[in-house]
């Protein structure tokens, strides 16, 4: 599709391409500082624009297809284009992630927690993740510049006992993650409220 209106799935799924086929070369890394450091940014921002530390954004979206494809298999990623034919945008995303069985948003949730786990193949050589910032029981945090669509905030909580945490914003979804001896164990909020107990974790993410 000539005309695909996705622009930032050229550029992402180019560098996909690139890491994929030079394996050994990881200059596409070098993109991925784009989305590390600012996870909150628009999926379809084209970076640079309002924050210097999401420069080249488009590209380092790579991640994006990189998770896909590590979960669904590379069929997946051609599958986008594929529907593109067809679909414009996000139909043909969702319609391949359908062939593959899940849906749009069980993908964005995987992927933000894999962002903020560096659970990749290679996830050990990535940057480390930029967390909005830090928040404690005592008081309301609230981030200094909001969220994107298809992006995420990550908030480290600190708590100790039985904690309940709220979301003061009806257009955002949460999910609340645990970790334990480098392990995850994931809480999704099915409303703005949850409460858990945070005492066997180490780290407590929003």
């Not at 560096?118 to 967390?131: H, M, N, S, T």
């Not at 909005?132 to 908030?155: H, I, K, L, R, W």
């Not at 949460?174 to 949850?194: D, E, R, Y």
Request: proline share 2%.
């Amino acid at each position: 599709d000539g005309e695909e209106p996705a622009d930032w799935l050229w550029e992402a799924t180019a560098s996909w391409m690139q890491d994929e086929v030079y394996d050994n070369i990881n200059d596409a890394e070098e993109d991925l500082l784009a989305v590390f450091k600012s996870p909150d940014t628009c999926q379809l921002a084209y970076g640079g624009e309002e924050r210097v530390e999401d420069e080249n954004h488009w590209y380092g979206e790579w991640i994006f297809l990189r998770y896909i494809s590590e979960h669904h298999g590379h069929a997946s990623v051609r599958a986008i284009w594929e529907h593109a034919r067809d679909l414009d945008g996000y139909a043909a995303l969702e319609a391949a992630l359908a062939d593959a069985e899940t849906t749009l948003d069980d993908t964005m949730r995987g992927f933000s927690l894999a962002l903020l786990t560096r659970d990749f193949e290679e996830g050990a050589q990535y940057p480390i993740l930029r967390l909005e910032g830090e928040a404690t029981t005592e008081s309301n945090f609230v981030p200094q510049d909001g969220v994107g669509q298809m992006a995420a905030d990550y908030v480290e909580i600190f708590a100790r006992g039985i904690t309940s945490i709220e979301l003061a914003a009806d257009d955002l979804e949460g999910m609340l993650v645990g970790v334990h001896a480098g392990q995850a164990h994931v809480f999704n909020m099915k409303t703005s409220q949850i409460t858990v107990d945070a005492s066997p974790y180490d780290h407590l993410y929003l």
